[in-house]
């Protein structure tokens, strides 16, 4: 079957790093995503990789690696307004996203 | 300014009865889906469709059924709501052109049936 996996609830400090980890089991794959969703809203895009490595975007970097059905999002210099929801989704064979159960980011002062 | 739009934004059902949860994009996408999500159990496809047309079953497809007789539309309708299906209901949309993948909600829709 296929199936995500991703911590259920992380904490860390404001001003500090943290790295939200997902690993993957699919049916295919045709690329990884990161969504960010706030309580309450809607989940937006935050980045996608579908080759191995590590793709900037200011201060949200994510990693692929293929080979280890791994990927991270790294979040630098945190700020209160990033307390959200990550979701990690791959985009399978038949091209549809398969999505992780969220992992819950709390930032304390 | 361009996306979805979901309508109504919540909503409290009496078991038994029907309910269709509307879902316009104005992005032209040729893909649409609808999710619901519940604590501790992420993102479930419902059902999807990939053009106009055409529509397919997702994972938790019982007790739902959608149309899509234009781009612009995917209606979900619940024929005789139960209580298991209060949830957040969410609307999506993607397109392949340019190989860009990645999906665009709209706002979410909150049932309760009672």
């Known amino acids: 079957g296929q199936n995500i996996d991703q911590p259920t609830e992380m904490t860390a400090t404001e001003g500090a790093i943290v790295q939200i980890n997902c690993t993957y089991q699919?049916?295919?794959?045709?690329?990884l995503f990161w969504y960010q969703q706030h309580a309450g809203e809607a989940p937006t895009f935050l980045s996608y990789?579908?080759l191995d490595g590590l793709e900037e975007k200011g201060r949200f970097s994510s990693f692929l690696s293929r080979s280890k059905g791994y990927s991270y999002l790294l979040l630098k210099e945190l700020q209160m307004k990033d307390s959200a929801s990550y979701l990690c989704?791959?985009?399978?064979?038949?091209?549809?996203?398969?999505w992780g159960a969220g992992t819950k980011l709390i930032i304390k002062p | 300014t361009a996306g979805i739009t979901q309508a109504p934004t919540s909503q409290i059902l009496a078991a038994g009865r029907s309910m269709t949860l509307r879902c316009t994009q104005d992005?032209?996408?040729?893909?649409m889906y609808w999710y619901r999500q519940d604590l501790g159990l992420g993102l479930r496809l419902i059902h999807y469709?990939?053009?106009?047309?055409?529509?397919g079953k997702g994972e938790v497809p019982d007790g739902y059924s959608v149309s899509r007789a234009n781009t612009d539309d995917f209606p979900l309708t619940l024929a005789s709501a139960v209580p298991s299906q209060t949830s957040v209901y969410f609307c999506?949309?993607?397109?392949?052109?340019?190989?860009?993948?990645?999906?665009?909600f709209g706002s979410g829709t909150r049932l309760t049936v009672v």
């Open positions: 999506a949309s993607s397109d392949s052109k340019d190989g860009n993948y990645g999906y665009t």
């Open positions: 992005m032209r996408h040729n893909a």
């Open positions: 469709s990939n053009t106009a047309g055409t529509t």
């Open positions: 699919t049916s295919g794959f045709n690329g």
């Open positions: 990789n579908v």
């Open positions: 989704a791959v985009l399978d064979s038949n091209y549809q996203l398969i």
